[in-house]
């Protein structure tokens, strides 16, 4: 992986993951979803410039700080990821756990969620790898309302990863 975008549950990492995508670049949404160790992501690319937009990844973050990868992390309030994750009807329970894991990722770059648009270019460059930014695509994107349709993940993968954390494993 060379990047990873970390951030609480409804803070646009479907968005930012379909935003990162294209020809030359390659940015999964909760990747970890389909790993059974965050090793198992690197696993992963396809010869582009890959990354990982995850809601879950930093419950590793001793895994991540480690990793040569960038690491940006989008900084929401916790009310209102309590308010968004509610009104979908999912648990609430381990958001607090996730909001202490994130602090402790070691960012190269932290964007505040209601300032997204305006740090696309900045952004765009972290992950990039010096590809140029495309202005029309930005604004194309700005109109967008991306979401996931895998809200919640099967029971038994959770229990799994929260096994690993609890291990130290990753």
Known sequence: ???????LPRSRSAWLSAFLTTDKTLCYHDALALCR???????????????????????FY???????AKRIVIKRPMEEVWA???QLGLPTDGLPLL???L??????????????????????RVCSGGFPFDEKRAELFKSLNIQ???????????????????KGEG
């Open 148 to 166: 996931t349709t895998r809200l919640a993940w099967a029971p038994e993968r959770i229990e799994h990863l929260k096994n690993q954390v609890l």
């Open 37 to 59: 160790t965050p090793n198992d992501m690197h696993k992963l690319g396809d010869g582009r410039l890959t990354g990982n937009a995850d809601t879950g990844l930093a419950l």
């Open 103 to 124: 602090s402790r990722v070691h960012a190269d770059l932290t964007i505040n969620f209601n300032e997204i648009d305006n740090f696309l270019s900045t952004l765009w």
């Open 99 to 101: 909001e202490r894991c």
């Open 1 to 7: 992986m060379d990047f990873f975008i970390l951030g």
């Open 84 to 86: 968004s994750v509610e």
């Open 62 to 68: 001793p895994w991540v700080n480690a990793q040569r």
